[in-house]
């Protein structure tokens, strides 16, 4: 049901926007902002849920919960980085959005650093002249 | 053998599912290959994962920290750097402090078990040696305790009874005798039996070491095994 209720205010919301874009573009630009808050707060107790699944899996498998959260702040910063950008570009800016695209990719790879040094330090090691590391 | 390699297939299973789903969970394709990449790293040192423990003992210690800077090092920048090694040395310095106290601990420990053993025992200590070492849970354990007590000899000459001897003329309790005959026998029978104790505590060392283990081990609450005495033979 949630699914129609969703559906339904998402075509509300974008004839109005059709609506009052010709006179304001401003409250059509803040009616789009409005609505992907809308629903994402509405879904963020059904996110909690998969969240705590992924979580008691990962604690089930013996996995290291240093991996599943960082795992999770990735989605994170990619959800988060393209509901920004997609708000930017409704308003037009495409320049702004793909910085805003950048800065999460960016975000994404500093994540990667300390398990690439791990793996380059370990190689580094294996080696017999690897300096000693 | 066979449950670490249980444990880590299941942990390379989960990584991958995990990958997976992750991957399936992407808003669009821009960020595609950037989580590909990182979700790949993570397969890889799971993979790895035991051999990498092999090599470096504290990988998953270290991985912490570097993630944990990741999130924050390059936000907080020289600042971080400055604090690090400021919390460094707060670590040096307090280690030091600690391996002072612990130095201090066992020193004045050493003067107690002395102490205790000559007040209770009457015998002469030469050295009292202390080995503590801190334990798991950060506090300070005494692995064993080693007394050296004095040359019998040398500690009769020193101190051997000569007080109790003096109490003697102290007792001239011989004002009773005259009040009854039958029973100053018996008194001076036991006058004189702390005084033949006395005399033959010295022969009858072959106790003694027990006694003073098990007084260190009731005092200060270290296990009988651990305290060790022995006599110096070199006086």
Same mark, same amino acid.
Not at chain 2, 85 to 96: F, P, Q, W
Not at chain 2, 195 to 204: E, F, G, L, M, R
């Given at each position: 049901m949630d699914i129609l209720q969703i559906?339904?205010?998402?075509?509300?919301?974008?004839?109005?926007?059709?609506?009052?874009?010709e006179q304001k573009p401003m409250f059509a630009f803040l009616l789009a902002t409005f609505f992907g808050i809308a629903v994402f707060l509405a879904l963020i107790g059904k996110i909690g849920g998969v969240v705590s699944m992924i979580e008691e899996l990962a604690d089930r498998s013996g996995i290291?919960?240093?991996? =599943?959260?960082?795992? =999770?702040?990735?989605?994170?910063i990619a959800y988060i980085a393209e509901f920004g950008a997609q708000i930017v570009r409704d308003a037009g800016l495409d320049?702004?959005?793909?910085?805003?695209?950048?800065?999460?990719?960016?975000?994404?790879?500093?994540?990667?650093?300390?398990?690439?040094?791990?793996?380059?330090?370990?190689?580094?090691? =294996?080696?017999?002249?690897?300096?000693?590391a | 053998m066979i449950e670490a390699l249980g444990g880590w297939l299941r942990q390379v299973v989960a990584a991958v599912l995990l990958a997976a789903l992750i991957d399936l969970l992407l808003p669009n394709r821009t960020m595609q290959r950037y989580v590909r990449l990182v979700a790949g790293l993570f397969i890889l040192l799971t993979l790895a994962g035991p051999l990498l423990s092999w090599i470096q003992g504290d990988m998953d210690a270290k991985l912490a920290a570097g993630i944990e800077w990741a999130e924050r090092g390059p936000a907080v920048g020289e /600042?971080?750097?400055? @604090?690090? &090694?400021?919390?460094?040395?707060?670590?040096?310095?307090?280690?030091?402090? /600690?391996?002072?106290?612990?130095? @201090?601990?066992?020193?004045?420990?050493?003067?107690?078990?002395?102490?205790?053993?000559?007040?209770?025992?009457?015998?002469?200590?030469?050295?009292?040696?202390?080995?503590?070492? #801190?334990?798991?849970?950060?506090?300070?354990?005494?692995?064993?305790?080693?007394?050296? @007590?004095?040359?019998?000899?040398?500690?009769?000459?020193?101190?051997?009874?000569? #007080?109790?001897?003096?109490?003697e003329p102290v007792a001239p309790v011989v004002v009773d005798i005259d009040i009854g005959t039958n029973a100053d026998d018996g008194k001076n029978y036991d006058r004189a &039996? #702390?005084?033949?104790?006395?005399? /033959?505590?010295? #022969?009858?060392?072959?106790?003694?070491?027990?006694?003073?283990?098990?007084?260190?081990?009731?005092?200060?609450?270290?296990?009988?095994?651990?305290?060790?005495?022995?006599?110096?033979?070199?006086?």
């Open positions: 559906v339904g205010i998402g075509l509300l919301t974008a004839i109005l926007i059709l609506v009052i874009r290291q919960s240093v991996y =599943l959260k960082t795992m =999770l702040k990735i989605i994170g320049s702004i959005a793909s910085k805003i695209e950048f800065a999460g990719k960016m975000l994404i790879l500093v994540m990667a650093v300390p398990i690439i040094s791990i793996i380059i330090e370990t190689v580094l090691g =294996l080696l017999p002249a690897g300096g000693g | /600042d971080g750097g400055q @604090l690090e &090694a400021i919390m460094a040395e707060a670590k040096r310095i307090g280690a030091g402090r /600690d391996e002072q106290a612990a130095e @201090l601990a066992v020193k004045g420990l050493e003067a107690q078990i002395k102490a205790v053993v000559e007040q209770e025992e009457g015998t002469a200590v030469k050295t009292v040696k202390v080995e503590a070492a #801190p334990s798991a849970d950060g506090t300070l354990a005494v692995e064993a305790v080693k007394i050296r @007590l004095a040359d019998p000899g040398t500690a009769a000459a020193a101190e051997g009874g000569e #007080p109790v001897a003096e109490v &039996a #702390p005084a033949a104790a006395q005399t /033959d505590a010295q #022969p009858a060392d072959d106790g003694l070491e027990g006694r003073i283990a098990a007084l260190v081990a009731g005092r200060f609450g270290i296990g009988t095994s651990k305290v060790e005495v022995d006599r110096a033979s070199d006086g």
